[in-house]
Nanobody, 123 residues
Framework: VQLQASGGGVVQAGGSLRLSCAAS????????MGWFRQAPGKEREFVAS????????YYADSVKGRFTISRDNAKNTVSLQMKSLKPEDTAVYYC?????????????????WGQGTLVTVSS
């Protein structure tokens, strides 16, 4: 499977962005999906994950209440709606698929990764 993240850009603090992850090559409908981010000079960190059905979601404390992960299995896509953005949300955002198992925040448990999309939040 190939994952393509898009939707990044420059936004002012307090603004919103919606990231999308489009999958190709096969369906992702049977697999947990996640979003991660990596800020300059920092390690990659977990943002959110969603189960194959969309019935279960999990968020990092830093984004809980501001970000919403969703999926459209018919369109083979996963999205991340980001609101009330803060400068500390600035990072390259990656989508990833976990081919086996339930949702998790551990990046090592994900098997396929997209190329990332840059989000810059200005103060």
């Amino acid at each position: 499977v190939q994952l393509q993240a898009s939707g990044g850009g420059v936004v002012q603090a307090g603004g919103s962005l919606r990231l999308s992850c489009a999958a190709s090559g096969r369906a992702i409908s049977s697999y947990a999906m996640g979003w991660f981010r990596q800020a300059p000079g920092k390690e990659r960190e977990f943002v959110a994950s969603i189960s194959w059905s969309g019935g279960s979601t999990y968020y990092a404390d830093s984004v809980k209440g501001r970000f919403t992960i969703s999926r459209d299995n018919a369109k083979n896509t996963v999205s991340l709606q980001m609101k009330s953005l803060k400068p500390e949300d600035t990072a390259v955002y990656y989508c990833a698929e976990r081919s086996y198992g339930f949702i998790t925040q551990s990046s090592s448990e994900y098997d396929y990764w997209g190329q990332g999309t840059l989000v810059t939040v200005s103060s």
